[in-house]
């Protein structure tokens, strides 16, 4: 009596042997049943195999999204800003003559809500045009620059002026800490590979040139 093997303990190897020894003209219907459960093993591993590709690929870290071509050198960055600085120094004498430096010694609280309001004043009155139209300040403009949305699009005056501008001078309300991270670490966080500053990571911004080519300089690195 002939008895049909229980091809379902068979492992696909088992299954290659059996298929290939098998008298496929005197046994149609086996060979026929020992096809099917090739193809349904087979289509299992290719499954298996397909999920565990699928959990390297999940697994593994994402790789880094690319810069913009445009983004703005560091050495440009610290020349615009230390152009800034010097404007906002020059405007803000007048303030210091009319008050005096030694009321900055102890100052009351009137006096450092009016400075911080008068710096603000100034900063708008020096900027105020090129950031709503250009994203600008004159520093940027200088070297080409101007502040974006990391989409690539101009960033506003109202935009730059709120999260980029007062946290930054909200800061320096904290003492000793305020001061230290307005002066120090949000500085240096030029240094990692987006090139942006801690005000530019709070107003999700980032500095690049208008071109798409970077302006180039004598003796500056980026």
Not at 2 to 17: E, R
Not at 144 to 160: D, T, W
Not at 164 to 182: A, E, K, Q, S, Y
Request: proline share 5%.
């Amino acid at each position: 009596m002939d008895v049909t093997p229980d091809y379902d303990k068979y492992s696909l190897d088992d299954l290659y042997s059996a298929a290939s020894s098998i008298n496929r003209q005197q046994y149609p219907e086996r060979a026929a049943l020992i096809d099917q459960h090739i193809a349904r093993l087979e289509a299992e591993q290719a499954r298996l195999k397909q999920q565990l590709q699928q959990q390297i690929a999940q697994s593994e870290p994402e790789s880094e999204p690319a810069l913009p071509a445009n983004l703005a050198k560091r050495s440009h960055r610290f020349w615009g800003a230390l152009i800034d600085g010097v404007l906002q120094i020059l405007i803000t004498i007048p303030l210091f003559w009319y008050v005096g430096l030694a009321a900055f010694a102890e100052p009351s609280l009137s006096l450092i809500i009016g400075s911080a309001l008068y710096g603000l004043a100034g900063y708008v009155a020096l900027h105020g045009y090129l950031l709503h139209k250009y994203g600008q300040t004159i520093g940027k403009a200088e070297f080409g620059m101007r502040i974006e949305h990391l989409n690539g699009q101009q960033a506003g005056l109202k935009h730059v002026l709120l999260l980029r501008h007062l946290p930054m001078m909200g800061l320096t309300f904290i003492p000793v800490v305020g001061n230290f991270i307005v002066g120090l670490v949000n500085p240096l966080m030029i240094f990692g590979r987006e090139k942006r500053c801690l005000h530019d990571r709070i107003a999700q911004t980032r500095v690049c040139y208008i071109s798409d080519k970077p302006q180039n300089d004598a003796g500056m690195t980026a």
